[in-house]
Protein backbone atom coordinates (compact mmCIF):
# COMPACT_ATOMS: atom_id res chain seq x y z
CA UNK A 1 0.00 0.00 0.00
CA UNK A 2 3.24 2.25 0.53
CA UNK A 3 3.96 1.99 -2.80
CA UNK A 4 0.49 2.73 -3.83
CA UNK A 5 0.55 6.07 -2.03
CA UNK A 6 3.67 6.47 -3.33
CA UNK A 7 2.76 6.28 -7.01
CA UNK A 8 -0.64 8.06 -6.37
CA UNK A 9 1.54 11.33 -5.24
CA UNK A 10 2.87 11.14 -8.91
CA UNK A 11 -0.66 10.71 -10.45
CA UNK A 12 -1.74 13.76 -8.42
CA UNK A 13 1.56 15.95 -9.59
CA UNK A 14 0.38 15.03 -13.23
CA UNK A 15 -3.29 15.75 -12.48
CA UNK A 16 -2.41 19.34 -12.23
CA UNK A 17 -1.19 19.78 -15.76
CA UNK A 18 -4.18 16.83 -17.17
CA UNK A 19 -7.10 19.19 -15.07
CA UNK A 20 -8.35 20.79 -18.46
CA UNK A 21 -8.26 17.39 -20.67
CA UNK A 22 -10.36 15.37 -17.60
CA UNK A 23 -12.68 18.16 -17.60
CA UNK A 24 -13.12 18.20 -21.43
CA UNK A 25 -13.82 14.33 -21.25
CA UNK A 26 -16.14 14.47 -18.33
CA UNK A 27 -18.54 17.58 -18.97
CA UNK A 28 -22.24 17.30 -19.38
CA UNK A 29 -22.72 18.67 -22.81
CA UNK A 30 -24.59 15.69 -23.22
CA UNK A 31 -27.19 16.50 -20.77
CA UNK A 32 -30.73 15.23 -22.00
CA UNK A 33 -33.99 17.68 -21.10
CA UNK A 34 -36.23 16.02 -17.49
CA UNK A 35 -39.32 14.35 -18.52
CA UNK A 36 -42.45 16.58 -16.63
CA UNK A 37 -45.41 14.92 -15.56
CA UNK A 38 -48.78 16.45 -17.48
CA UNK A 39 -51.48 15.38 -14.24
CA UNK A 40 -51.77 14.53 -11.05
CA UNK A 41 -52.11 10.76 -11.93
CA UNK A 42 -49.26 11.07 -13.57
CA UNK A 43 -47.37 12.24 -11.06
CA UNK A 44 -48.36 9.72 -8.64
CA UNK A 45 -47.69 7.01 -11.15
CA UNK A 46 -44.08 8.58 -11.76
CA UNK A 47 -43.44 8.22 -7.68
CA UNK A 48 -44.59 4.45 -7.61
CA UNK A 49 -42.52 3.98 -10.78
CA UNK A 50 -39.52 5.83 -8.90
CA UNK A 51 -39.75 3.61 -5.68
CA UNK A 52 -39.99 0.57 -7.58
CA UNK A 53 -36.36 2.13 -9.18
CA UNK A 54 -34.64 2.80 -6.20
CA UNK A 55 -35.44 -0.64 -4.82
CA UNK A 56 -34.06 -2.02 -8.24
CA UNK A 57 -31.02 -0.16 -7.74
CA UNK A 58 -30.13 -1.17 -3.99
CA UNK A 59 -30.28 2.48 -3.01
CA UNK A 60 -30.89 1.51 0.93
CA UNK A 61 -28.55 -0.47 1.44
CA UNK A 62 -25.96 1.94 1.23
CA UNK A 63 -27.59 4.91 2.11
CA UNK A 64 -29.86 4.19 5.32
CA UNK A 65 -28.13 3.35 8.13
CA UNK A 66 -28.71 0.31 10.48
CA UNK A 67 -32.01 1.55 12.15
CA UNK A 68 -32.09 4.90 11.07
CA UNK A 69 -34.06 6.85 8.72
CA UNK A 70 -34.97 5.95 5.29
CA UNK A 71 -32.16 7.01 3.00
CA UNK A 72 -31.41 9.49 5.37
CA UNK A 73 -27.24 8.76 4.94
CA UNK A 74 -24.46 8.45 7.24
CA UNK A 75 -24.14 4.93 6.65
CA UNK A 76 -19.92 4.44 6.60
CA UNK A 77 -18.49 2.69 3.42
CA UNK A 78 -15.11 0.99 3.91
CA UNK A 79 -13.04 0.91 0.81
CA UNK A 80 -9.40 -0.29 0.85
CA UNK A 81 -8.70 3.57 0.33
CA UNK A 82 -10.70 4.69 3.58
CA UNK A 83 -14.32 5.67 4.73
CA UNK A 84 -16.68 7.17 2.03
CA UNK A 85 -20.13 8.42 3.97
CA UNK A 86 -23.43 8.28 2.25
CA UNK A 87 -25.39 11.36 1.21
CA UNK A 88 -28.53 12.05 2.77
CA UNK A 89 -31.19 11.46 -0.53
CA UNK A 90 -34.33 13.33 1.41
CA UNK A 91 -35.85 16.42 0.55
CA UNK A 92 -33.79 17.99 3.68
CA UNK A 93 -31.67 20.96 3.35
CA UNK A 94 -29.02 18.65 4.52
CA UNK A 95 -29.65 16.34 1.15
CA UNK A 96 -31.68 16.68 -1.82
CA UNK A 97 -33.36 20.33 -1.03
CA UNK A 98 -32.86 22.24 -4.09
CA UNK A 99 -31.41 19.66 -5.99
CA UNK A 100 -33.36 19.41 -9.48
CA UNK A 101 -33.82 16.54 -11.64
CA UNK A 102 -30.69 17.59 -14.05
CA UNK A 103 -28.54 17.68 -11.18
CA UNK A 104 -29.95 13.98 -10.39
CA UNK A 105 -29.01 12.92 -13.76
CA UNK A 106 -25.74 14.30 -13.73
CA UNK A 107 -24.53 12.75 -10.35
CA UNK A 108 -25.65 9.25 -11.71
CA UNK A 109 -24.60 9.81 -15.33
CA UNK A 110 -21.39 11.84 -15.13
CA UNK A 111 -20.51 11.12 -11.46
CA UNK A 112 -20.96 15.13 -10.53
CA UNK A 113 -22.49 16.39 -7.42
CA UNK A 114 -24.97 19.37 -7.32
CA UNK A 115 -21.75 21.81 -6.71
CA UNK A 116 -19.58 19.90 -9.78
CA UNK A 117 -17.28 17.86 -7.43
CA UNK A 118 -16.48 14.96 -8.64
CA UNK A 119 -18.13 11.94 -7.03
CA UNK A 120 -16.72 8.57 -5.18
CA UNK A 121 -16.98 5.36 -7.26
CA UNK A 122 -17.99 3.88 -4.04
CA UNK A 123 -21.60 5.08 -5.42
CA UNK A 124 -21.28 2.69 -8.32
CA UNK A 125 -21.96 5.68 -11.05
CA UNK A 126 -19.72 3.63 -13.55
CA UNK A 127 -22.94 1.61 -13.67
CA UNK A 128 -25.52 4.59 -13.04
CA UNK A 129 -23.92 6.41 -15.95
CA UNK A 130 -26.18 3.90 -18.25
CA UNK A 131 -29.80 4.61 -16.99
CA UNK A 132 -32.30 5.64 -18.91
CA UNK A 133 -32.95 9.62 -18.55
CA UNK A 134 -36.89 8.69 -17.84
CA UNK A 135 -36.19 6.13 -14.78
CA UNK A 136 -33.19 8.35 -13.35
CA UNK A 137 -36.22 11.25 -12.90
CA UNK A 138 -38.77 8.83 -11.89
CA UNK A 139 -36.33 8.11 -8.94
CA UNK A 140 -35.48 11.38 -8.03
CA UNK A 141 -39.46 12.33 -8.54
CA UNK A 142 -39.37 9.56 -5.71
CA UNK A 143 -37.16 10.59 -3.38
CA UNK A 144 -38.36 14.07 -3.76
CA UNK A 145 -41.75 12.76 -2.09
CA UNK A 146 -40.21 11.75 0.83
CA UNK A 147 -40.15 12.94 4.40
CA UNK A 148 -37.46 15.26 4.94
CA UNK A 149 -34.70 13.74 7.93
CA UNK A 150 -32.24 16.84 8.55
CA UNK A 151 -29.31 14.42 8.84
CA UNK A 152 -25.96 16.38 7.69
CA UNK A 153 -23.97 14.54 5.55
CA UNK A 154 -20.87 13.34 7.26
CA UNK A 155 -17.24 13.49 5.84
CA UNK A 156 -15.81 11.14 4.61
CA UNK A 157 -11.89 9.59 5.72
CA UNK A 158 -9.49 8.91 3.04
CA UNK A 159 -6.26 8.72 2.97
CA UNK A 160 -4.07 10.88 1.29
CA UNK A 161 -3.80 11.26 -2.26
CA UNK A 162 -6.93 9.61 -2.16
CA UNK A 163 -9.03 12.16 -0.17
CA UNK A 164 -7.86 14.75 -3.11
CA UNK A 165 -10.00 15.95 -5.98
CA UNK A 166 -7.35 16.02 -8.23
CA UNK A 167 -6.28 12.01 -7.68
CA UNK A 168 -9.81 11.42 -8.72
CA UNK A 169 -10.08 13.05 -12.15
CA UNK A 170 -7.06 11.02 -12.81
CA UNK A 171 -8.83 8.22 -11.80
CA UNK A 172 -11.83 8.64 -13.88
CA UNK A 173 -10.09 9.99 -16.56
CA UNK A 174 -8.37 6.51 -16.89
CA UNK A 175 -11.11 4.53 -15.85
CA UNK A 176 -14.69 6.16 -16.27
CA UNK A 177 -16.91 7.17 -19.41
CA UNK A 178 -20.40 8.63 -19.20
CA UNK A 179 -22.01 5.99 -21.51
CA UNK A 180 -25.55 5.12 -22.48
CA UNK A 181 -27.30 1.66 -22.54
CA UNK A 182 -27.04 0.11 -26.24
CA UNK A 183 -30.37 -2.39 -26.99
CA UNK A 184 -28.58 -5.40 -28.96
CA UNK A 185 -30.77 -5.48 -31.47
CA UNK A 186 -30.18 -9.37 -32.37
CA UNK A 187 -31.51 -10.00 -29.13
CA UNK A 188 -35.00 -10.05 -27.54
CA UNK A 189 -36.80 -7.33 -25.56
CA UNK A 190 -37.23 -9.81 -22.62
CA UNK A 191 -33.25 -10.24 -22.58
CA UNK A 192 -32.53 -6.63 -23.35
CA UNK A 193 -34.44 -5.78 -20.11
CA UNK A 194 -32.72 -8.61 -18.03
CA UNK A 195 -29.43 -6.87 -19.24
CA UNK A 196 -30.01 -3.39 -18.31
CA UNK A 197 -30.97 -4.14 -14.73
CA UNK A 198 -28.29 -6.71 -14.23
CA UNK A 199 -25.59 -4.49 -16.18
CA UNK A 200 -27.13 -1.02 -14.98
CA UNK A 201 -29.70 -0.49 -12.33
CA UNK A 202 -28.57 -3.83 -10.37
CA UNK A 203 -25.11 -3.04 -10.47
CA UNK A 204 -24.41 -6.51 -10.05
CA UNK A 205 -20.49 -6.40 -11.43
CA UNK A 206 -19.75 -4.21 -8.39
CA UNK A 207 -19.32 -7.28 -6.11
CA UNK A 208 -19.16 -9.95 -8.90
CA UNK A 209 -15.91 -8.80 -10.22
CA UNK A 210 -11.86 -8.08 -9.59
CA UNK A 211 -11.05 -4.83 -8.95
CA UNK A 212 -7.24 -3.44 -9.77
CA UNK A 213 -5.11 -1.71 -7.38
CA UNK A 214 -7.04 1.25 -8.16
CA UNK A 215 -10.22 -0.32 -7.04
CA UNK A 216 -11.35 -0.11 -10.97
CA UNK A 217 -13.47 -2.59 -12.51
CA UNK A 218 -13.22 -4.04 -16.16
CA UNK A 219 -16.57 -2.70 -16.87
CA UNK A 220 -20.40 -3.53 -16.54
CA UNK A 221 -19.93 -6.77 -18.36
CA UNK A 222 -17.26 -7.87 -15.84
CA UNK A 223 -18.81 -10.46 -13.97
CA UNK A 224 -16.52 -12.78 -13.35
CA UNK A 225 -16.02 -12.75 -9.75
CA UNK A 226 -13.67 -11.27 -7.04
CA UNK A 227 -13.14 -10.87 -3.61
CA UNK A 228 -15.36 -7.87 -1.92
CA UNK A 229 -12.63 -5.64 -0.92
CA UNK A 230 -12.56 -4.90 2.94
CA UNK A 231 -15.50 -7.51 3.58
CA UNK A 232 -13.66 -10.27 2.24
CA UNK A 233 -16.91 -12.44 0.96
CA UNK A 234 -16.32 -13.61 -2.26
CA UNK A 235 -18.65 -12.94 -4.78
CA UNK A 236 -18.80 -16.22 -7.13
CA UNK A 237 -18.12 -16.00 -11.02
CA UNK A 238 -21.34 -15.67 -12.89
CA UNK A 239 -20.35 -17.08 -15.87
CA UNK A 240 -18.77 -20.04 -13.86
CA UNK A 241 -21.21 -23.09 -13.75
CA UNK A 242 -19.30 -24.41 -10.99
CA UNK A 243 -19.97 -21.01 -9.33
CA UNK A 244 -22.52 -18.95 -8.98
CA UNK A 245 -23.32 -19.61 -12.93
CA UNK A 246 -26.87 -20.71 -14.09
CA UNK A 247 -26.64 -21.51 -17.18
CA UNK A 248 -27.82 -25.01 -16.57
CA UNK A 249 -30.49 -23.95 -14.18
CA UNK A 250 -34.08 -23.52 -15.23
CA UNK A 251 -35.53 -19.88 -15.10
CA UNK A 252 -38.15 -20.57 -11.87
CA UNK A 253 -35.13 -21.93 -9.82
CA UNK A 254 -33.13 -18.25 -10.60
CA UNK A 255 -36.26 -16.27 -10.18
CA UNK A 256 -36.72 -18.17 -6.80
CA UNK A 257 -33.04 -17.60 -5.98
CA UNK A 258 -33.25 -14.18 -6.18
CA UNK A 259 -37.26 -13.30 -4.97
CA UNK A 260 -36.95 -15.57 -2.30
CA UNK A 261 -33.50 -15.69 -1.24
CA UNK A 262 -34.02 -19.97 -1.50
CA UNK A 263 -34.48 -22.30 -4.58
CA UNK A 264 -34.02 -25.83 -5.10
CA UNK A 265 -30.60 -25.26 -6.18
CA UNK A 266 -29.30 -22.63 -3.49
CA UNK A 267 -29.83 -20.01 -0.85
CA UNK A 268 -28.11 -17.08 -0.76
CA UNK A 269 -26.05 -15.84 2.35
CA UNK A 270 -23.85 -13.17 3.37
CA UNK A 271 -24.14 -9.52 1.11
CA UNK A 272 -26.50 -11.36 -1.24
CA UNK A 273 -29.01 -12.22 1.61
CA UNK A 274 -28.93 -8.02 1.88
CA UNK A 275 -29.37 -7.89 -1.89
CA UNK A 276 -32.08 -9.79 -1.68
CA UNK A 277 -33.91 -8.66 1.00
CA UNK A 278 -33.60 -5.43 0.02
CA UNK A 279 -34.10 -5.03 -3.68
CA UNK A 280 -34.66 -8.15 -5.77
CA UNK A 281 -37.64 -9.16 -3.73
CA UNK A 282 -39.27 -6.23 -4.67
CA UNK A 283 -38.96 -6.98 -8.39
CA UNK A 284 -41.81 -8.33 -10.07
CA UNK A 285 -42.26 -11.84 -12.15
CA UNK A 286 -41.45 -10.45 -15.92
CA UNK A 287 -38.71 -8.11 -14.74
CA UNK A 288 -36.83 -11.43 -12.51
CA UNK A 289 -37.65 -13.84 -15.65
CA UNK A 290 -36.05 -11.16 -17.80
CA UNK A 291 -32.42 -10.98 -15.30
CA UNK A 292 -32.70 -15.20 -15.33
CA UNK A 293 -32.60 -15.37 -19.28
CA UNK A 294 -29.82 -12.54 -19.73
CA UNK A 295 -28.09 -14.53 -16.74
CA UNK A 296 -28.49 -17.60 -18.05
CA UNK A 297 -27.31 -17.14 -21.56
CA UNK A 298 -23.69 -15.30 -20.10
CA UNK A 299 -21.15 -16.67 -21.80
CA UNK A 300 -19.97 -19.50 -19.99
CA UNK A 301 -16.18 -20.04 -18.77
CA UNK A 302 -14.33 -21.66 -15.77
CA UNK A 303 -13.07 -19.46 -13.53
CA UNK A 304 -12.23 -21.59 -10.47
CA UNK A 305 -8.76 -23.22 -8.98
CA UNK A 306 -8.33 -26.52 -10.39
CA UNK A 307 -7.09 -29.24 -8.01
CA UNK A 308 -4.33 -29.31 -10.36
CA UNK A 309 -3.36 -25.21 -8.90
CA UNK A 310 -3.14 -25.99 -5.35
CA UNK A 311 -2.97 -29.08 -3.00
CA UNK A 312 -6.20 -30.66 -3.36
CA UNK A 313 -8.32 -31.56 0.28
CA UNK A 314 -7.58 -34.75 2.18
CA UNK A 315 -10.33 -35.94 4.65
CA UNK A 316 -8.56 -35.92 8.06
CA UNK A 317 -9.61 -37.49 11.32
CA UNK A 318 -9.97 -33.55 12.87
CA UNK A 319 -12.16 -32.43 10.82
CA UNK A 320 -14.19 -35.42 10.38
CA UNK A 321 -14.44 -35.12 14.20
CA UNK A 322 -15.90 -31.37 14.14
CA UNK A 323 -18.27 -32.51 11.41
CA UNK A 324 -19.79 -35.20 13.49
CA UNK A 325 -19.85 -32.99 17.02
CA UNK A 326 -20.97 -29.39 15.35
CA UNK A 327 -22.17 -30.15 11.78
CA UNK A 328 -23.91 -33.92 11.39
CA UNK A 329 -27.24 -33.10 13.24
CA UNK A 330 -28.03 -30.79 10.44
CA UNK A 331 -26.70 -31.44 7.55
CA UNK A 332 -26.50 -35.11 7.80
CA UNK A 333 -23.77 -38.08 7.98
CA UNK A 334 -23.30 -37.64 4.82
CA UNK A 335 -23.69 -34.23 3.63
CA UNK A 336 -27.02 -34.92 2.86
CA UNK A 337 -28.94 -32.06 4.02
CA UNK A 338 -32.79 -31.74 5.08
CA UNK A 339 -34.55 -29.92 1.89
CA UNK A 340 -36.40 -26.69 2.30
CA UNK A 341 -34.41 -26.84 5.76
CA UNK A 342 -30.59 -27.41 5.57
CA UNK A 343 -28.56 -27.41 2.55
CA UNK A 344 -26.72 -30.32 1.21
CA UNK A 345 -22.91 -29.88 1.47
CA UNK A 346 -22.69 -33.21 -1.04
CA UNK A 347 -22.18 -31.96 -4.61
CA UNK A 348 -22.53 -28.61 -3.14
CA UNK A 349 -20.52 -26.07 -5.57
CA UNK A 350 -19.93 -23.36 -2.83
CA UNK A 351 -18.24 -26.21 -0.79
CA UNK A 352 -15.65 -26.04 -3.61
CA UNK A 353 -15.67 -22.63 -4.30
CA UNK A 354 -11.64 -20.67 -4.18
CA UNK A 355 -11.06 -18.70 -2.51
CA UNK A 356 -12.69 -20.27 0.80
CA UNK A 357 -13.96 -16.95 2.03
CA UNK A 358 -17.36 -17.27 2.12
CA UNK A 359 -17.06 -20.81 3.97
CA UNK A 360 -15.22 -19.46 6.68
CA UNK A 361 -17.51 -16.39 7.03
CA UNK A 362 -20.05 -18.60 7.27
CA UNK A 363 -18.75 -21.48 9.71
CA UNK A 364 -17.57 -18.23 12.09
CA UNK A 365 -20.31 -15.74 11.59
CA UNK A 366 -23.48 -18.46 10.72
CA UNK A 367 -26.25 -16.59 8.80
CA UNK A 368 -29.46 -16.80 7.62
CA UNK A 369 -31.18 -16.40 4.28
CA UNK A 370 -33.01 -13.05 3.85
CA UNK A 371 -36.76 -13.58 5.67
CA UNK A 372 -39.26 -12.98 2.44
CA UNK A 373 -42.87 -13.64 1.54
CA UNK A 374 -41.46 -17.26 0.24
CA UNK A 375 -39.34 -17.74 2.70
CA UNK A 376 -40.96 -16.04 6.02
CA UNK A 377 -38.85 -18.61 8.72
CA UNK A 378 -35.74 -19.23 7.30
CA UNK A 379 -33.82 -21.92 8.61
CA UNK A 380 -30.39 -20.77 9.84
CA UNK A 381 -26.70 -21.37 10.93
CA UNK A 382 -25.46 -20.71 14.33
CA UNK A 383 -21.89 -19.33 14.59
CA UNK A 384 -18.89 -21.07 15.92
CA UNK A 385 -16.35 -18.03 16.40
CA UNK A 386 -15.72 -18.51 20.11
CA UNK A 387 -15.93 -22.59 19.90
CA UNK A 388 -13.88 -22.94 16.99
CA UNK A 389 -10.12 -22.40 16.75
CA UNK A 390 -8.80 -21.57 13.43
CA UNK A 391 -7.39 -25.11 13.25
CA UNK A 392 -10.82 -26.49 13.65
CA UNK A 393 -12.65 -24.75 11.23
CA UNK A 394 -9.40 -25.21 8.45
CA UNK A 395 -9.99 -28.79 9.28
CA UNK A 396 -13.51 -29.09 9.11
CA UNK A 397 -13.79 -27.34 6.09
CA UNK A 398 -10.84 -29.58 4.04
CA UNK A 399 -12.62 -32.34 5.33
CA UNK A 400 -16.07 -31.30 3.84
CA UNK A 401 -13.61 -30.34 0.26
CA UNK A 402 -12.43 -33.41 0.54
CA UNK A 403 -15.84 -35.82 0.64
CA UNK A 404 -18.17 -37.26 -1.25
CA UNK A 405 -17.12 -36.94 -4.16
CA UNK A 406 -15.64 -33.63 -3.83
CA UNK A 407 -11.50 -32.72 -4.61
CA UNK A 408 -10.98 -29.15 -3.99
CA UNK A 409 -7.52 -27.24 -2.34
CA UNK A 410 -7.14 -27.36 1.22
CA UNK A 411 -8.22 -24.81 3.72
CA UNK A 412 -5.32 -23.84 5.57
CA UNK A 413 -5.16 -22.32 9.48
CA UNK A 414 -3.65 -18.79 7.98
CA UNK A 415 -6.59 -18.32 5.53
CA UNK A 416 -9.09 -18.53 8.28
CA UNK A 417 -7.18 -16.47 10.86
CA UNK A 418 -7.41 -13.80 7.80
CA UNK A 419 -10.80 -14.01 7.19
CA UNK A 420 -11.98 -14.21 10.44
CA UNK A 421 -10.02 -10.94 11.06
CA UNK A 422 -12.73 -9.35 8.16
CA UNK A 423 -15.70 -11.23 9.91
CA UNK A 424 -15.49 -9.23 13.24
CA UNK A 425 -15.81 -6.21 11.08
Known amino acids: MATLGRALVVIVLVAVLAAVVVAGLNRDDDLELAAVATSPADAAATITRGEYLVRAGSCFGCHTEPGGAAYAGGRAIETPFGVVHAPNLTPDPTGLAGWTNDDFWRALHNGRARDGRLLYPAFPYPNYTRLARADSDAMFTYLQSLAPVAQPNRAHVLRFPFDQQAALAVWRALFFRPARFVVDAA ?239
Open 187 to 425: KSPQWNRGAYLVETLGHCNACHSQRNVFGATTGPLDLAGGLIPIQNWYAPSLHDNREAGVGDWPERDVVALLQNGISARAAVQGPMAEVVARSTRYLTDTDLAAMALYLRELAPFEHSASPSDATAAVANERGAKVYADRCANCHGERGEGVAGAYPALAGNRAIAISPPANLVHIVLRGGFPPTTAGNPRPFGMPPFATVLSDQDVADVLSHLRASWGQRAPAVSALEVSRYRGAAVR
